[in-house]
Nanobody, 126 residues
């Protein structure tokens, strides 16, 4: 089993920045370094939506259109950790952010997720 633990979520003013982290632990934690990882987010009453993903080599990144140019995803395979740098935050970015690990080396979608984190709350005030 792989456990994913997010951190870094908090209340921030619009225009501010946050950096989320997600660390993998457990017996098979090192397997995440061979596959894509990424982030989703969810607000009450809405489906969980894709935010960003990064391939196992760290050279293939994808972003939702709503965050392109503002968010940047990166990873540290030696530490089994993935990061999400969020800049120029908007109130619409308010959500619970979930880390996810994929069974695919380069792609991440809800269908390829093998492990979810418990989520971290990001609140952006206007």
């Amino acid at each position: 089993q792989v456990q994913l633990v997010e951190s870094g979520g908090r209340l921030v003013e619009a225009g501010g920045s946050l950096r989320l982290s997600c660390a993998a632990s457990g017996r098979f934690a090192r397997t995440v370094s061979n596959n894509a990882m990424g982030w989703f987010r969810q607000t009450p009453g809405k489906e969980r939506e894709f935010v960003a993903s990064i391939g196992w080599k760290g050279n293939i990144m994808r972003y939702a259109d709503s965050v392109k140019g503002r968010f940047a995803i990166s990873r540290d395979n030696a530490a089994n950790t993935v990061f999400l740098q969020m800049n120029n935050l908007e109130p619409e970015d308010t959500a619970v952010y979930y880390c996810a690990a994929s069974r695919h080396p380069a792609a991440l979608s809800k269908e390829t997720v093998t492990s979810w984190g418990q989520g971290t709350q990001v609140t952006v005030s206007s």
